[in-house]
């Protein structure tokens, strides 16, 4: 087998059917890929436009989900302000290697040049995390550090606590939360930042999590970082400008990017999980028997 | 405070030290930078120049620290292919988005075109994992889903199972491994791979890793994505050249980065990993009293 192909999804082999059609055969393995790929219309979803944003870069349209299960007045504020096209000229001013990359106006910090937030409200609540009541939770059966509890809301990962009853969502790769100063209640959603690298749990709960990046990542992740240790461009050149920032539902639809989301509520995604929590394939010598809430993939197909 | 800037490191203040010197009271917070800051110089490392590989690409140089502990036969054929100036002129072939880079000879696979690993082996055991007895094991008192414990080994992320008496490397951000086929066996440290995005602990114990990268990791991290869903680019031009790959030791000392690193057996590095596992600071409302292996740094100061 090819020395440089260790991806196991180019490198499963269909273990060959030898049972009989014997009911008590074991059924074979499946990989993710395969579950995936059998999946009935029903598994897969269609985002609804008016919650989808699109950021255009030089390098190409990075499309957001955002969450107003966990944040309504953050994603409000954030419909306002993609309505109000105030992110058009604005920059990626932050690229932090194996953290964040952020962006909204640079000068937000400079009341003499920050932009307006125009309708928009320049004061929020914080909404680090909310009542399980009312949610949709799959738990994850697997064990984690950070909280009593892992799963999916609505395809976005999240923890729960059974003891207060709250859920708050996680902070994995692609990830997207609002920027705040040192009051929990300082963001706005005007600057946002994304996760890049490991998933810095440790901000889990502590920042208001507006969304996550659908299609787009890899434009994100390779933007050139900034100077340690903020990752903070000292010459604006360096910056990635943003186009335009817009509600998908504002853009004609022939301009919209045509997607689909698998349901994390649904059998195909319990068993893609367990397919790759007990991996059983030519590739794999063992199987860890375990996955972490941020190595769960959530499917997206986009049509060409 | 800054709306924009999140980041705990930048934004921590000193908690006021209003407690006298009576030695009842508790000791102030002190946040993993200034713990760092504070170390001795015995809390610091300079690794063995005859133990790292400097890996020059158009962006840059990127160091590798060798792990020979754990793959002492991997490593002494990636030592002898360096020699050999095996990877001159050889590339990045691969990027796959939020899991890996991987590089070597791009026509490994070719047996007409590949490149002859000349006086390195052809065939090597596989070194998956290793017994425990000898290595000098910190274990983090953190739970972990994929292993029964996990701690560091001479500044590398590591698992054990005290049943089993083994201990092999985890597959954090910055992790070295050597790409195999479907046979265990199947690897010779030509092709080597690099974990950059999520952490891929699936690959724990499943692969031989070789060591990790200590500078340069934003250069790899940020080169251009392949084509799903390998990442394996289908136009060579696309692929990044590497000018040279050398062992330390063997380029001159005013060549050579100036670099050292936290020891992992010292009080500074557990002191400022509790610092980051509970954080008492202005920015963050809620500390989490748990860190995952895969998000405690280990310090690494370069000189001008």
Redesign the interface.
Known sequence: ???????P???I?LIPCAQSADSAAPAPYRSAGDIIEAAPPTAWRLPDPARLLYMELPQGRVVIELAPQFAPEHVANIIKLAQQHFWDGTSI??A????VV?F?D?D??DPGKAKSLGDAKAHLP?E?HRPAAGLNFAALP??????PQVGFVDGFPAARDPKTGTVWPVH??GTVGA??????D???G??L?VA???????L????TVVGKVLVG??LL?????GPA??G?YENPAERTPIRSVRLASDVPKEQRTRLIVLRTDTDTFRDATAA?RH?ID?????S?G???I??VPVAVEVAE
């Open positions: 087998m090819s020395p440089r192909l260790f991806l999804t180019l490198l082999a001013y932050r932090q290697d194996n953290f952020q909204g640079a937000a910090d914080a680090f697997d064990s984690d550090g950070w909280a994995c790769y920027a705040r100063g040192n009051d929990a300082s963001s706005t005007a600057e930042y890049i690298g490991q998933s810095p749990r440790q889990d709960d502590n920042l990542m890899e992740a390779t933007i050139r970082r240790p903020s903070i790759r991996r030519d590739f794999y010598k063992r860890s375990h996955i972490d941020c190595n």
